[in-house]
């Protein structure tokens, strides 16, 4: 079955620092993979998607995620974060009915 | 766009009593999502509809819950009755349609608490 995995429950990073949050896939075909973001009392918006082709694809808000077919792996960079990116993210991939599998999300906190 | 509303945006009720969720997705999209999210068990999707037909069911947690779309603009998710353990922040998300994996837009989310 397909599966989502976010390692990291919550990183703690200081703004300015570059960024990167981890994502693992379980998926026997080619994979569909979002990233999404959800800011503090609000819904979930889409940062980036991978469809197919590119390893990287850019996102809104300067954010960047790399497709490695090897490792399963999606994971989701910013070279410096703002204060403004303190939210939680969540990857997700979509299976054989075109249903999201949501992973755990990863709660980003910025110091100072 | 105005994006997907829901209301209420908040909801305080006692437990057993009825409680209605709406949802009115973005204007052409074809597919809608109900999606329950707690700490406990993260986001989990209810059922979600396509061309207004409900399509998977299966994550609807009891007969406690039912959810309907009578035209494509318009959505309920109901709870009746309502127990505590319901308490968490329900979105719902609409998707332009499922013949290809699409983005899905979701709503600011109505977060509902059962005394």
């Known amino acids: 079955a397909q599966s989502v995995t976010q390692p990291d429950i919550r990183i703690t990073v200081s703004e300015g620092a570059s960024l990167e949050l981890r994502c693992n896939y379980s998926y026997g075909a080619t994979p569909y993979l979002f990233w999404y973001v959800q800011s503090p009392g609000q819904g979930l918006q889409l940062l980036l998607k991978y469809f197919s082709g590119d390893t990287q694809d850019q996102g809104i808000k300067g954010f960047e995620a790399e497709f490695k077919r090897s490792q399963s792996s999606f994971n989701l960079r910013k070279p410096s974060v703002h204060w403004s990116d303190a939210a939680e993210y969540f990857c997700a991939v979509v299976d054989q009915n075109y249903q999201l599998i949501w992973g755990a999300g990863t709660k980003l906190i910025i110091k100072p | 766009d105005a994006g997907v509303i829901q209301s209420p945006r908040h909801e305080v009720t006692e437990m057993g009593q009825e409680v209605t969720l709406r949802c009115k997705p973005i204007s052409g999209h074809n597919s809608l999502f109900w999606y329950r999210q707690t700490m406990m068990r993260g986001l989990e999707l209810l059922i979600y509809?396509?061309?207004?037909?409900?399509?998977?069911d299966s994550g609807m947690p009891e007969d406690r819950f039912s959810a309907k779309m009578p035209n494509a603009s318009f959505s309920t998710l109901k709870i009746q009755p309502s127990e505590p353990r319901d308490s968490a922040v329900y979105f719902c998300a609409s998707e332009r349609g499922r013949e290809a994996p699409n983005e899905q837009f979701f709503g600011p989310g109505t977060r509902l608490t059962v005394l």
């Open positions: 509809f396509n061309n207004n037909v409900p399509i998977d």
